[in-house]
């Protein structure tokens, strides 16, 4: 279930983009699953159809669906593959934060605002 806060500063593609991506990787939404068409979805959370075009077009960006044509949207097979690329995102940036001499906690206050500026 999506839903869409309209008192919110985040954009409403994004509330989707980032619900749609939440339940991918979660595997709420499993692999193979039919996502609702643009116009479906749209009409069920009372957004203009560019709107939730707009976040299926990043998730497919991302390589968390995958758009048929006609026959639809669906969830893409490469969710594990988005946890792997996080993770070596991960290592990466710990081994660069202890070659600048950063301890743990620092390290976690810089991601933790970082993920926040993200949302």
């Not at 969830?75 to 743990?104: I, N, P, Q």
Request: net charge positive; no cysteine.
């Amino acid at each position: 279930m999506i839903t869409i806060d309209t008192a919110s500063a985040v954009p409403p593609y994004e509330q989707v983009r980032s619900q749609l991506a939440t339940q991918i990787n979660d595997g709420t939404l499993a692999v193979g699953t039919r996502l609702p068409t643009v116009r479906r979805l749209a009409a069920d959370l009372g957004l203009a159809a560019n709107t939730v075009a707009r976040a299926y077009r990043e998730l497919e960006d991302a390589g968390l669906v995958d758009t048929r044509g006609r026959a639809g949207t669906f969830v893409g097979a490469t969710g594990d593959a988005s946890r792997a690329a996080a993770a070596t995102a991960a290592r990466e940036y710990a081994a660069k934060v202890h070659a600048l001499g950063l301890g743990r906690a620092e390290a976690l206050r810089i991601v933790t605002a970082a993920l926040g500026a993200a949302t």
